[in-house]
């Protein structure tokens, strides 16, 4: 009787925690993307300026 009880709980929980892995992938592949193109456009824009400094 416990395990026909426990089975559709593990089921759900299964489920519920592959859609908040799939949400946290989403959500640290967005602020991956975004971090990325942020030091990227720094990283960029820095060195022009300090030519222009100089």
Known sequence: MTGKRIGPIVVVIGLVMVVLGLMAA???LFVGVAAT????VLWLTRPREARERR
């Open 26 to 28: 989403r959500l640290f």
């Open 37 to 40: 193109g942020l030091g990227t």
